[in-house]
């Protein structure tokens, strides 16, 4: 039976009373405060009762904002990342004790850290800031995909062969060594920005596989148990890429509300397979994205406001606008002056038919392309904007 979202909520919180009555225990034990080896192993008692059921809450938790795509609890689940990190640091100090315990809040932060990466790839999610993902060219992004596609399918082979969840684990977790965090996310960036839909069908090739092998590899051991939060993290993104670039669950629904005749009109300004136009470098979508919801207005009666509302917008919904010139679903959620001038700029800039790319957005919003083009703006707001789209001239 499928759970609730307020038993899932439910579930969350207890997790974090787990996490945060063993760290109090823990941080006891550690700093000297009990002194007597009686005390001391009432307390390690403690925290492996608080952690016992840790495991059974991490995994409903994990089933359901996979799932469900539930960014909010994904959210608040991420904030646990210090305590379960700093639990599992102390655990570690008492390794022979509390082996156990350290492992499964080892297990906690990395599975944050992984949905984190997933949900939050601009390190909102939680205060610890990782690394900045470096960007990759074609062939590093096609290296690092055909990795993880051996990886997987080596995998899938493995375990029809019978040969144990420990050693498949094993072999997941040495073959993708070299694919952290920062790579999928890089892959991620580089096929979104692009709309590389030859790229975004290759590396959603082995997606039901990649699901399989993350929960086959929650129970086993620990190197199987990171094999396993890794494959979550990339069964995670090439979920994303599936709705966001190859839209999948959209092309039924397309069908069913399109007539052939708006089709016909839609096709002929339309350049690109899918509803989407052709660009003629990478586009930065999701860098757009957290800069315009991110940068507040200088001066006018706008001032103080976000140029474009995030609570309103998701970054999908943003994706779909610029890649098909439809800005009508955010129009009524920015500030109008802003936004005119970004597709006015962006069009030019990053797409090869950018006279029709500018008619439909313009269309889109119930304007034509010679008003669209009509805006007045800061040029500190222009110059930040050259520098986060280095192509507008």
Known sequence: MEKTRFAIISDLFKLSRCISDSLKLAESLIIGTSDSPAKQNDIRKGIKREMKTVPVLLERLREYIAEHDDKELARQFVRLHGEAKRLCDLCSADQTELGKEAFYAGIVYTTIEAIDGYFFPDGSGHETVGCPVRSMTRTEVTDCIDTIRSAIRKCVMETEANKGKE?????????????DRNK???VKEYIVNTN???LARLFTEDFAKAVHLSVMFQKGNPRAQSAGIKMFHIALTMSYVKRNILHEDMLKFQAET?????????VA???????????TAQVPVLRLYQFLTSFTVQS???KGKPLLDGNAVSDKDFIHAVM?????????HCVKGKLRCVVTLLSKAYFKDWKEYRIAAARSIGLTAESLAKYNVEKPFISKLKELLPMIK
């Open 167 to 179: 050693k498949t684990g094993e072999k997941a977790f040495s073959m993708l060594a070299d694919v």
């Open 196 to 198: 590389d839909k030859d």
């Open 300 to 302: 006018g009666p706008d």
């Open 184 to 186: 999928i996310q890089a």
């Open 269 to 279: 300004t339309d350049t690109a397979q899918g509803g989407t136009f052709n660009t």
């Open 324 to 332: 098909r010139a439809d800005y009508s679903p955010i129009y009524g």
């Open 258 to 266: 399109v007539s052939n005749h708006e089709l016909q009109g839609f």
